[in-house]
Antibody, heavy 116, light 107 residues
Framework: QVQLQESGPGLVKPSETLSLTCTVSGGSISSYYWSWIRQPPGKGLEWIGYLYYSGSTNYNPSLKSRVTISVDTSKNQFSLNLTSVTAADTAVYYC??????????WGQGTLVTVSS | DVQMTQSPSSLSASVGDRVTITCRASQSISSYLNWYQQKPGKVPKLLIY???SLQSGVPSRFSGSGSGTDFTLTISSLQPEDFATYYC?????????FGPGTKVDIK
């Protein structure tokens, strides 16, 4: 059974960079696409972007100028960097496996609050 | 971007009721439509993919239909564990987009 676990700081200051890592267990990160999704408190879901294990990426244009998703296949991990954060970036951030354009396995999510 | 809308935004229903949720895309997305269930404080769970395929392990009371721009999720007989928020998501083109959600609560 594939499992995903997000890790990273729960509090980030405005204008700084949000950095999260997703560790994949129970399966290889190779041969799949891997996504980040976020959900502001009490609101809906927003797709941030995905990465293929080879390193190719696709980002949401609304965030493209601030987002980088990268992979470390040796550690079975992929990461999210979001620069110049504001309070609007406060959300639960999920990582997920993308298989045939469905998000079939999700991490538990991690709340990131942007505040000074 | 493909915009997704859902109706209703919320509904109240009783155990045993048949429930139907509608999702509409701003342009044709063929059958590239997925449905997720999210309970409060929990992770979204994939229910239906490519409009009508039931994800493994999901009860058969859930079904999906539609193609093009109009889709439905039906729960044939609502169970206590089905009270949740349901989201549709298009995977036809990036950026993948979600509907705003439909909250199903107890009447």
């Amino acid at each position: 059974q594939v499992q995903l676990q997000e890790s990273g700081p729960g509090l980030v200051k405005p204008s700084e960079t949000l950095s999260l890592t997703c560790t994949v267990s129970g399966g290889s990160i190779s041969s799949y696409y891997w996504s980040w999704i976020r959900q502001p408190p009490g609101k809906g879901l927003e797709w941030i972007g995905y990465l293929y294990y080879s390193g190719s990426t696709n980002y949401n244009p609304s965030l493209k100028s601030r987002v980088t998703i990268s992979v470390d296949t040796s550690k079975n991990q992929f990461s999210l960097n979001l620069t110049s954060v504001t309070a609007a970036d406060t959300a639960v951030y999920y990582c997920a496996r993308q298989a045939a354009a469905t998000l079939d396995y999700w991490g538990q999510g991690t709340l990131v609050t942007v505040s000074s | 971007d493909v915009q997704m809308t859902q109706s209703p935004s919320s509904l109240s229903a009783s155990v045993g009721d048949r429930v139907t949720i509608t999702c509409r895309a701003s342009q044709s997305i063929s059958s590239y439509l997925n449905w997720y269930q999210q309970k409060p404080g929990k992770v979204p769970k994939l229910l239906i993919y490519t409009a009508s395929s039931l994800q493994s392990g999901v009860p058969s009371r859930f079904s999906g239909s539609g193609s093009g721009t109009d889709f439905t999720l039906t729960i044939s007989s609502l169970q206590p564990e089905d009270f949740a928020t349901y989201y549709c998501q298009q995977s036809y083109s990036t950026p993948f987009t979600f509907g705003p959600g439909t909250k199903v609560d107890i009447k």
